[in-house]
């Protein structure tokens, strides 16, 4: 069977929601529908990274965490059947509640604010939860990624290790704050030297929700970005200018949450400074005529950097920069599934007139049309993982990405004309059947490498949990283990007489969700 194209969805003509395979020739494995060497032991599962990336967009993100939403309740559903295969006791029966399992579920992990619906359904009974409230991506995917907008969804999912719905509500909460009152006069509107919305309260919805989701270990709303070796980690794109050098080029790059030892110099600029998960937030989404680029004093030498937007292009789709940095640090087949998801964006397309600012726009557009990455890892002929891309580019979404209708920062309903077309799209091209089979499909992959994964207890405890071990002799001042297995050596290394003692435990503690 060939690569999937938009010709093939016969009965879909919206959408493009893409299954890529490579061959005719490679068989076919019935249980998860892939055509590539699958992961057959934990072993393979834990070798074999996956990969999240999501497109910039503005407030069309909404549609990407659409689609995430429809993927977590498929990855349920899978789980649930995988759950029935299994002579299950009444001591596993958690196990149907949770992708923790067979680690225990951590208090105030479903997160909130709940709505009316789930509080009358009891919201302290883990059974009586939404199927996307008991499942995090940070338990499928070990890298998200993404530029703009989609960059900070990623911070979310893998920095904070969210639920869906707790990121819709962000997301809808920050698109009030950022978009809700516009500057009646900006360099978009009239050409003055004002960006059109304000940094300053960009930069405080970035905190609140910081400080509403970080873990109870971390520094609140100046809490650094990285994450917990071993665990679920992120990038988010940028596109840096040095202010001594004007003349050199715009360059792209990438502020990561995790050291990444083999990533060459030119790829790795902001190694000097130690980010902030607001600062990489801020960084990632200074969209050029929407908001001031973030600068940043590197090297110690006074010299300031600016950091733009990363959705410019190649930068606004970097799943192939993901690729050969999971390659690069891994061994032959390092990779096992990647998943890309776009915006519905109009590609090349202006929805503002024929002024100097939207052709600027459509100029802009154009060059960062996340699609042309897409297409380019289509046609990779030597392709050895499985790849879904899930976007509409037959009838995209006619919303810009600073849209927010009506406009009204104290008002619950602000912003619900948007919200509501997105919505409206977004259930038709949910409802095609193609749409349908490969959001299953991607979701069966995935569910078996987390089942193969839980195999080795001490591994998926920590990614799971983000748990780290310490030592307890008070002499000794070994901590950040990862697992328990690297606590027992040490402890027969160092401490063979106190083999049996308990680890102190370094946990990843959430925090008590925000009430409505």
């Known amino acids: 069977m060939s690569s999937l194209s938009h010709a093939e969805f016969d009965d879909a003509p919206e959408s493009s929601a893409k299954r890529i395979k490579r061959s005719k020739t490679e068989e076919i494995n019935p249980k998860v529908d892939s055509k590539f060497p699958d992961a057959e032991t934990s072993e393979d599962a834990w070798k074999q990274r996956n990969i999240l990336y999501l497109d910039g967009g503005g407030v069309r993100g909404y549609w990407s965490l659409l689609i995430l939403k429809r993927l977590m309740k498929a990855i349920a559903d899978e789980e649930r059947e995988a759950t029935k295969s299994k002579q299950t006791d009444r ?15 951590p208090q105030h992990a479903e997160g909130g604010p709940f709505s009316k619906n789930e509080r009358k359904k009891n919201h302290h009974r883990p059974e009586k939860w939404r199927d996307d409230r008991k499942y995090l991506p940070c338990h499928y995917f070990d890298l998200i990624c993404g530029s703009s907008t989609g960059g900070l969804i990623a911070i979310m999912l893998s920095r904070f290790r969210m639920n869906i719905p707790d990121c819709l509500y962000e997301y809808k909460t920050m698109s009030s704050e950022i978009f809700g009152i516009p500057r009646p006069m900006s360099q978009r509107n009239l050409g003055f030297g004002w960006a059109k919305y304000s940094t300053v309260k960009m930069e405080k919805a970035f905190k609140n929700v910081i400080h509403r989701r970080c873990d109870h270990n971390a520094n609140g709303k100046e809490s650094s970005f990285k994450t917990v070796p071993g665990t679920c980690k992120a990038f988010v794109t940028v596109v840096r200018q040095p202010t001594s050098h004007p003349a050199v080029a715009q360059q792209e790059d990438r502020i990561r949450s995790y050291h990444s030892p083999n990533t060459s110099n030119d790829t790795d600029h902001n190694q000097t400074h130690i980010w902030k998960t607001w600062e990489a937030a801020r960084a990632a989404t200074a969209a050029p005529l929407y908001f001031k680029s973030f600068d940043v004093e590197e090297d110690g030498n006074g010299q300031k950097v600016l950091y733009f937007d990363g959705a410019f292009g190649a930068a606004n789709n970097p799943t192939l920069h993901a690729i050969e940095e999971m390659r690069q640090n891994g061994s032959e ?14 590609p090349g397309k202006s929805n503002n007139g024929r002024g100097f600012f939207q052709q600027a726009t459509l100029f802009v557009n154009r060059v960062t049309d996340p699609e042309i990455v897409a297409e380019k890892l289509m046609k990779e002929k030597s392709r050895d993982y499985d790849l879904w891309r899930f976007n509409d580019t037959r009838k995209p979404l006619d919303v810009e990405l ?5 406009r009204n920062l104290y008002d619950k309903s602000a912003g619900h004309e948007t919200l509501g077309k997105i919505e409206n799209h977004f259930c038709k091209w949910a409802s095609k059947r193609k749409n349908i089979r490969e959001i299953q499909r991607c979701a069966r992959a995935l569910v078996k490498r987390r089942r193969l994964r839980t195999k080795d207890i001490h591994l998926w405890e920590h990614y799971a949990t983000c748990v780290q071990f310490g030592c307890p002799i008070a002499s000794c001042d070994r901590s950040g283990m990862e697992n328990r297995e690297d606590f027992s050596s040490h402890m027969r290394r160092y401490h063979n007489e106190l083999e049996d003692e308990e680890p102190n435990l370094l946990e990843w503690r959430y925090r008590t969700p925000p009430s409505t």
């Open 402 to 406: 600073d849209e927010w209708k009506p």
């Open 333 to 346: 087949r390092s990779l096992g599934v990647v998943v890309s998801v776009g915006t519905a964006r109009s």
């Open 91 to 105: 001591h596993h029966l958690h196990e149907q509640h949770s992708n923790f399992h067979p680690s225990p579920f």
